[in-house]
T-cell receptor
Framework: DAKTTQPPSMDCAEGRAANLPCNHS???????VYWYRQIHSQGPQYIIH???NNETNEMASLIITEDRKSSTLILPHATLRDTAVYYC????????????FGTGTKLQVIP | KAGVTQTPRYLIKTRGQQVTLSCSPI?????VSWYQQTPGQGLQFLFE???????NKGNFPGRFSGRQFSNSRSEMNVSTLELGDSALYLC?????????????FGEGSRLTVL
């Protein structure tokens, strides 16, 4: 069963920040939050991950609430190429694990 | 480094047949996992292999099987194909299975069962 809840779809104007929320209220202390995206019919692409601190890389920023029950992926300046399905998943840091993807958020960047 | 390579990219089979899909992980990656993606069910975990041993398995019938070779390449097999097996089958690799870390996905093998 998916451990995360995401809105099914969102729109964002090109050039504006896209803020994609994810709820993971049952996250355990050793579970990381990972974000992936999937552009139509391609394999999912890793974006970013974090444990409890906010993280930033060249693609995006990840904001995790203090209680770790939710997070937000921020694409600072969305482009048309960011149109994709975005998946938020939680995974433990060790062991052999089933990776459960939810249904994700379909982000449509509008010109 | 070359990415994760899956073959074939597209294939068409008929009900009752079997199919074998291949996945070559990124060089140095020893963990390979497989996923089935359908419009109705989304991305579902099939199984994960590390050091030629299946380490975890999703909720799929026994018709779905896999294996991993000593060079970390992996194959999955689906026997007695059903119409509902039509899907995009994705393979992902990561360096080690014991730790977390990002998964690197291939482009997938799109199977159509007629």
């Amino acid at each position: 069963d998916a451990k995360t809840t995401q809105p099914p779809s969102m729109d964002c104007a090109e050039g504006r920040a896209a803020n994609l929320p994810c709820n993971h209220s049952t996250i355990s202390g050793n579970e990381y939050v990972y974000w992936y995206r999937q552009i139509h019919s391609q394999g999912p692409q890793y974006i970013i991950h974090g444990l409890k601190n906010n993280e930033t890389n060249e693609m995006a920023s990840l904001i995790i609430t203090e209680d770790r029950k939710s997070s937000t992926l921020i694409l600072p300046h969305a482009t048309l190429r960011d149109t994709a399905v975005y998946y938020c998943i939680v995974r433990p840091s060790g062991g052999y694990q089933k990776v459960t993807f939810g249904t994700g958020t379909k982000l449509q960047v509008i010109p | 480094k070359a990415g994760v390579t899956q073959t074939p990219r597209y294939l068409i089979k008929t009900r009752g047949q079997q199919v074998t899909l291949s996945c070559s992980p990124i060089s140095g990656h020893r963990s390979v996992s497989w996923y089935q993606q359908t419009p109705g069910q989304g991305l579902q975990f099939l199984f994960e292999y590390f050091s030629e041993t299946q380490r975890n398995k999703g909720n799929f019938p026994g018709r779905f099987s896999g294996r991993q070779f000593s060079n970390s390449r992996s194959e999955m097999n689906v026997s007695t194909l059903e119409l509902g097996d039509s899907a995009l089958y994705l393979c992902a690799s990561k360096e080690r299975a014991e730790q977390g870390g990002e998964l690197f996905f291939g482009e997938g093998s799109r199977l159509t069962v007629l």
